[in-house]
Each structure stands twice: as structure tokens, then as C-alpha cells.
């Protein structure tokens, strides 16, 4: 495969979530704290490609129990270093998040990133994964220890609607 092609496929990870979505979000209780219980809550997402395709943005509405809220996240295309770059965007504070980055190994996409959390650093690992047509699936993970242990916090269901 030519550097051309590997591009082009690099930059069509994220077709697969272009569209209307039904979302199942499942949080831990308390993150970073051995908390072991979790809560459920409906969404949905809206994704639309941006540049030609080389990113996408979305329209997140979560009916958290916490007090509902819009979100964005913007995903771009970096050709050069076939990697994706991740931003969030959150209505509850308006401020854009430190990207996570990476791309996709087969089907699934792994994303990295530092962070601060109550204060500290930590590293957050996204990812993305189609699973079939009609279901895909995203999580979130910190880690306080650099990456050597991970906690999972969120869960993304995804059903096309």
C-alpha cells in the first residue's frame, strides 16, 4: 500500500460513526477513588464529517441524572503522522479539554492524552470501536500511575437510530 492510500484509509476511521445514534452511557460513581458502582443513562449523538472528510464533530445530548448537558467533540485527520486528534467540549464548562491522540490498529481506535483531574495529572485513554452496522462503542480510562494501571469510568453504547 502506498503512502497515498494509507492516508486516505487512515483518515476514513471514524466514517464508521458518521450519523444518528442512540446512546447507552454507563459512569462509575466516583472516579480515581475504587468506587465499583455504576450508573446508566440514555443519549444520543448526532456525527457529521467536516473538511472533506480529513474530521468530524459532534452533537452529544446526555440525560445525565446530574443535570442533562450538550457536548462536541472534534476529531481531525493529521495525514503527515496518520494520527487522529481528539478535543471535548462541555456545556457544563466551557473550555476545550487537552486532546487525546492516536489512530486505529484493524478496527479499533486507541487515543492517548495527559490531563489534570481534582488537581493531579493523570493520562486518559480513550477508544472507539464499531462493532457491527448498527452498534459501536466508545470508553474513557484515567490513570494516576502514568499509564501503568488504568481505571475505566465510561462506557459509550452506541445504536444507530
Known amino acids: 500500500m502506498g503512502q497515498d492510500e494509507t492516508m486516505t484509509k487512515g483518515a476514513k476511521g471514524f466514517d464508521f ?8 452511557h454507563r459512569k462509575l460513581t466516583a472516579r480515581l ?31 445525565d441524572p446530574g443535570g442533562a448537558y450538550c457536548a462536541h467533540s472534534l476529531r481531525l485527520f493529521d495525514a503527515p503522522t496518520n494520527s487522529w486528534s481528539i478535543w471535548w467540549i462541555d456545556r457544563r464548562s466551557p473550555a476545550i ?6 489512530g486505529f490498529t484493524g478496527r479499533k481506535g486507541v487515543f492517548f492524552g495527559d ?4 488537581g493531579k495529572p493523570i493520562r486518559v485513554r480513550t477508544t472507539y470501536e ?13 490513570s494516576a500511575d502514568g499509564g501503568t494501571s488504568w481505571e475505566v469510568n465510561w462506557i459509550m453504547a452506541f445504536h444507530r437510530s
Open 130 to 142: 464499531p462493532i457491527d452496522e448498527a452498534h459501536a462503542e466508545w470508553t474513557q480510562a484515567f
Open 97 to 102: 479539554d487537552p486532546p487525546v491522540v492516536g
Open 33 to 63: 477513588s475504587g468506587a465499583r458502582d455504576w450508573f446508566d443513562f440514555p443519549g444520543t449523538l448526532r456525527v457529521d464529517p467536516v473538511l472533506n472528510g480529513l474530521g468530524n464533530i459532534d452533537i452529544n445530548d446526555l440525560d
Open 17 to 24: 460513526l458518521h450519523g444518528q445514534w442512540r446512546v447507552t
Open 115 to 118: 490531563d489534570l483531574f481534582a
